[in-house]
């Protein structure tokens, strides 16, 4: 019987691992309306459960203002955290079988990807994030491993602002340290040489460490959203185990990467410094959509080398490692163009077909 039940078990994970083949999965995230905007026309003319998607402009009917998309999943206003994260489960499973991954999330500022990534502030139980969740599976599952594996984990926080790569994880006082990435992919998973490296046992630890770094990350002002991150930050887990009987190891690394807002420059009337920042958060993003593209394709070329993002993440984008991108959207219409250029960012980063719906466009 116990025999029976492994090979289930395996079988599972089998299955689980077959179905993540394609390494590079998109999935959409509608927001709900803000209270001040309930009751206002939707963008979202119909949400298939295939992933498709449907969108559409109630003010300006017309070729234009109708499209449809198709990702691995879309979902919808009403979704809570636990089941988002239901559907990446899986791929953090995987990293303590030595997998590499990295989950992003895209999208124009205020469109949820903090809240996706970890949650609204203060958050109760239920509305806890991707991160934390992840975490918290990564030390559950290998404590169910204890009697064959012990598995380390340590952690990095970094953040890419205007290209330039600063640990998160200094002490309050002084300035950041600026970090040179120039030998990111030889650190075997790890983000960046030189960056601090903390050790965690709980997911307690990994939160205060989290608190730690967000407090550092540098935020400035917008005429969009007082609050909008205009940096990328990556928290980066590493995890180490060991066979306890033939000592063999193996490494797993998940990198969470919260993307500086994707809006378009002459949204948020910018000059000066704000204005380089968009630039530079604009360079990078589309590296980075070149580089997910490009996988997806399986080119022979991966452009890396654009953009310090790209570089920093190497190791983990391509070959063996899975990726999994949220793309986040508004769907209110006075954010329509920017939504669509975020949901056509994402269909070139994705590798679902979409087979006869693409003549609607
Ligand atoms: P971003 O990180 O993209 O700038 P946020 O995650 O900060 O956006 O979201 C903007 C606001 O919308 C926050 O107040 C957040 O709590 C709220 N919000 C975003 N997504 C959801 C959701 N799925 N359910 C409820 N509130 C959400």
Redesign the pocket.
């Known amino acids: 019987e116990i025999c029976h039940s492994v090979l289930e078990e395996n079988r599972k994970i089998y299955n689980e691992l077959q179905e993540l083949k394609g390494n590079i999965r998109v999935y959409c ?1 509608i ?2 309306f ?1 209270s001040s905007k309930a009751g206002k026309p939707t963008i979202v003319d119909y949400i298939g459960e295939n992933g498709e998607l449907i969108v559409t402009n109630p003010s300006k009917p017309g070729k234009e203002s109708h499209r449809t998309f198709k990702f691995n999943k879309v979902f919808g ?1 009403a ?1 809570s955290q636990e089941e988002v994260y239901l559907d990446t489960q899986p791929l953090i499973r995987s990293i303590l079988d030595g997998f590499n991954v990295c989950i992003f ?1 895209y ?10 990534m970890s949650g ?2 203060g958050s109760s139980k239920e509305n806890l994030g991707v991160n934390y969740r992840a975490l918290n599976d990564l030390f559950h599952i290998s404590q169910t491993r204890k009697n064959t594996i012990t598995y380390e984990v340590d952690v990095q926080m970094v953040e890419i602002y205007n290209e330039q790569v600063r640990d998160l994880l200094t002490n309050n006082d002084g300035p950041q340290k600026k970090l040179d990435i120039r030998n990111a992919s030889q650190q075997n998973g790890l983000v960046v040489p030189n960056a601090n490296v903390r050790s965690v046992s709980s997911t307690a630890d990994v939160v205060e460490l989290m608190t730690h770094g967000m407090m550092n990350r540098a935020a400035s002002a917008t005429a969009m ?1 007082e ?3 205009r940096s990328h930050s990556v928290l980066s887990v590493r995890v180490r185990g060991t066979d306890l009987k033939t000592n063999a190891s193996l490494n797993g690394c998940l990198h969470l990467v ?1 993307l500086a ?1 994707s809006e378009r420059v002459n949204r948020s009337e910018v000059t000066g410094d704000r204005l380089k920042e968009a630039q530079h958060i604009n360079k990078s993003l589309a590296a980075l959509g070149d580089v997910i593209s490009a996988l997806s394709q399986k080119s022979s070329h991966i452009p890396y080398r654009n953009s310090k993002l790209t570089q920093l993440l190497q190791t983990s984008l391509g070959g063996r490692a899975k990726t999994l991108m949220f793309v ?1 959207m508004n769907p209110d219409v006075e954010s329509f163009s920017e939504t669509l250029s975020t949901l056509k960012f994402a269909e070139r980063a994705s590798s679902v077909e979409l087979g006869s719906a693409r003549s609607n466009k």
């Open positions: 995230r927001r709900p803000s206003p979704s999330a999208g124009q500022t205020g469109s949820g990807k903090t809240y996706t609204p502030n959203n609050r909008s991150s919260d807002g986040q």
